[in-house]
T-cell receptor, first 114, second 113 residues
Framework: EPEVTQTPSHQVTQMGQEVILRCVPI?????FYWYRQILGQKVEFLVS????????KSEIFDDQFSVERPDGSNFTLKIRSTKLEDSAMYFC????????????FGQGTRLTVV | KNQVEQSPQSLIILEGKNCTLQ??????????LRWYKQDTGRGPVSLTI?????NTKSNGRYTATLDADTKQSSLHITASQLSDSASYIC????????????FGGGTRVLVKP
């Protein structure tokens, strides 16, 4: 069964460092998303991406964040200068269509900023 | 502000018993409502998706209901198994651009033998 894969599964970084979280969405999907979940809290929307551009972003997704689809398979989330409060589980998701289509989530990357 | 509220926050049930989880939402305009199962430290896995015209949908031992008028949904788990222990999250999608999902806080279910 096709799945969304994320790497690494766990990343520890020092405050102020840049991190890149990687995702390989399902191959024929067109819409890509990043969500995050701070420990003990709700999953929160960060950004959606379609046709090589951001279609929507939340207030969390400030100038420290960027997304890219550098080739036909990878979808990355970059945090330029990490803060302690960026520590969270980051989930990538993809869908084949826009409305009423199932969203498939990856297993997540646990980011710990120290 | 779009919100999804779930109750109870947690519950413990004995293996083989049934349980019902509740969800209320204020997302508007509404596109669809989903229930996800999330094991600890893992990504959410879809159980059901319902549009406003559907009022019930089943996936094995999971049955979801939707009342779009009152903006309420429920997830019923029948004949619970130990593997049902997880968080169950109600997720609502609006019609706004980007198709973002608004997540509830989840109900943590623990099934005991």
């Amino acid at each position: 069964e096709p799945e969304v894969t994320q790497t690494p599964s766990h990343q520890v970084t020092q405050m102020g460092q840049e991190v890149i979280l990687r995702c390989v969405p399902i191959s024929n999907h067109l819409y890509f998303y990043w969500y995050r979940q701070i420990l003990g809290q709700k999953v929160e929307f960060l950004v959606s991406f379609y046709n090589n551009e951001i279609s929507e972003k939340s207030e969390i997704f400030d100038d420290q964040f960027s997304v890219e689809r550098p080739d036909g398979s990878n979808f990355t989330l970059k945090i330029r200068s990490t803060k302690l409060e960026d520590s969270a589980m980051y989930f990538c998701a993809s869908t084949s269509g826009q409305l009423n289509t199932e969203a498939f989530f990856g297993q997540g990357t646990r980011l710990t900023v120290v | 502000k779009n919100q999804v509220e779930q109750s109870p926050q947690s519950l413990i049930i004995l293996e083989g018993k049934n349980c019902t989880l509740q969800c209320n939402y204020t997302v508007s305009p509404f596109s669809n409502l989903r229930w996800y199962k999330q094991d600890t430290g893992r990504g959410p896995v879809s159980l059901t998706i319902m549009t406003f015209s559907e009022n019930t949908k089943s996936n094995g031992r999971y049955t979801a209901t939707l009342d779009a008028d009152t903006k309420q949904s429920s997830l019923h788990i029948t004949a619970s198994q130990l593997s049902d222990s997880a968080s169950y999250i109600c997720v609502v999608s609006g019609l706004a651009a980007g198709n973002k999902l608004t997540f509830g806080g989840g109900t943590r279910v623990l099934v005991k033998p």
